[in-house]
């Protein structure tokens, strides 16, 4: 892979974004080589007045066809847990610290995941950054090592982290810096778990976290 170019998004995302024009914008993307297998660049989706921004890893399958965050099996997890959680869907903006679906062969219809490398969220990292410079989120819920390790580095773990109250990270830059970040497992995690319910449960609890941060209805 050493001959593989990848200059990073920064040339392709628009000087002064809209969300409107970040989606336009990510589909022209070749800040890496994942947009080549991928159908669509997914960007993030929710109001540009969401006070919460969810932060996912990577656009699964189904969000790779319909060019949507958190439409298929995960997201169902997440509604359910946000609804559980006493968190206005509304009050939210979901998204993922890479926009294009990285995966390698196929299981029947449906295309493996296969997780995104460190190269591949920095080359990513300007589409986040210009997300939250348009909707300002009071609040960040980490969803999973990857999203938490996109702000911490290598040293995050997402099971010593979970359902703390965490400071934006100073060496991440943006206008206005949310106020707080939460960190919880990520909802497909849920789906692979044992204990289903017990994972569930744990997801809730982390959100209402935030819910309380957020000041309860939202
Ligand atoms: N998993 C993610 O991390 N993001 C999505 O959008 C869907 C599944
Ligand atoms: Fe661009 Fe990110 Fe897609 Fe790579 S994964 S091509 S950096 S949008």
Same mark, same amino acid.
């Given at each position: 892979?050493?001959?593989?170019?990848?200059?990073?998004?920064?040339?392709?995302?628009?000087?002064?974004?809209?969300?409107?024009?970040?989606?336009?914008? &990510?589909?022209?993307?070749?800040?890496?080589?994942?947009?080549?297998?991928?159908?669509?660049?997914?960007?993030?989706?929710?109001?540009?007045?969401?006070?919460?921004?969810?932060?996912?890893?990577?656009?699964?399958?189904?969000?790779?066809?319909?060019?949507?965050?958190?439409?298929?099996?995960?997201?169902?997890?997440?509604?359910?847990?946000?609804?559980? !959680?006493?968190?206005?869907?509304?009050?939210?903006?979901?998204?993922?610290?890479?926009?294009?679906?990285? =995966?390698?062969?196929?299981?029947?219809?449906?295309?493996?995941?296969?997780?995104?490398?460190?190269?591949? &969220?920095?080359?990513?990292?300007?589409?986040?950054?210009?997300?939250?410079? %348009?909707?300002?989120?009071?609040?960040? %819920?980490?969803?999973?090592?990857?999203?938490?390790?996109?702000?911490?580095?290598?040293?995050?773990? &997402?099971?010593?982290?979970?359902?703390?109250?965490?400071? =934006?990270?100073?060496?991440?830059?943006?206008?206005?810096?949310?106020?707080? %970040?939460?960190?919880?497992?990520?909802?497909?995690? %849920?789906?692979?778990?044992?204990?289903?319910?017990a994972a569930r449960a744990a997801l809730?609890?982390?959100?209402?976290?935030? !819910?309380?941060?957020?000041?309860?209805?939202?």
């Amino acid at each position: 892979m050493a001959d593989v170019e990848r200059p990073g998004a920064q040339a392709w995302v628009p000087q002064r974004p809209s969300l409107r024009s970040l989606r336009a914008a &990510v589909q022209e993307c070749r800040g890496c080589e994942l947009w080549a297998d991928a159908t669509h660049g997914v960007m993030g989706r929710g109001p540009r007045a969401a006070r919460v921004l969810l932060l996912g890893e990577q656009p699964g399958d189904r969000e790779d066809r319909e060019g949507e965050p958190f439409v298929g099996p995960a997201g169902a997890v997440l509604d359910r847990a946000l609804a559980e !959680a006493g968190i206005d869907p509304g009050d939210t903006f979901r998204t993922n610290v890479v926009k294009h679906f990285r =995966w390698r062969g196929t299981r029947g219809k449906q295309r493996i995941h296969r997780g995104p490398s460190r190269v591949h &969220v920095a080359a990513c990292g300007p589409w986040l950054v210009a997300e939250l410079a %348009v909707v300002r989120p009071v609040g960040v %819920v980490l969803l999973g090592g990857t999203a938490g390790t996109s702000l911490y580095g290598t040293s995050f773990r &997402v099971g010593e982290s979970r359902g703390r109250v965490l400071d =934006w990270p100073t060496s991440f830059e943006t206008a206005r810096p949310p106020e707080w %970040v939460v960190p919880t497992a990520h909802p497909s995690a %849920v789906l692979r778990a044992d204990d289903r319910d017990a994972a569930r449960a744990a997801l809730v609890a982390d959100l209402r976290v935030a !819910a309380d941060l957020l000041g309860g209805s939202g």
